[in-house]
């Protein structure tokens, strides 16, 4: 079994804007532009929740700046 790596953000967007070019290449096919879209998508699922769970993080921090459990 293989362990996924886990991207930061930068990564996931530098993986992103990969995906986008090979859409924009005339070559690829049709079937293969579904598999490219659909890698995307699930990419982007990743980079909102780990945006969402930072927004969470920040909206809890208290005036001191410390954090507070959720």
């Known amino acids: 079994m293989s362990e996924e790596k886990i991207l930061t ?3 996931s967007f530098a993986e992103l804007d ?3 070019k090979s859409l ?3 070559e690829v096919s049709l079937e293969e532009s579904f ?3 659909k890698k995307g998508m699930e990419l ?3 980079c909102n929740h780990k ?3 930072v927004e969470k993080k920040m909206l809890q921090m208290n005036k001191n700046g ?3 459990e959720f």
């Open 24 to 26: 924009e290449n005339p």
């Open 66 to 68: 410390d954090l507070s």
């Open 51 to 53: 945006i969402d769970t």
């Open 18 to 20: 990969k995906l986008v």
């Open 44 to 46: 982007l699922k990743e």
């Open 35 to 37: 598999q490219i879209y």
């Open 9 to 11: 953000l930068e990564e």
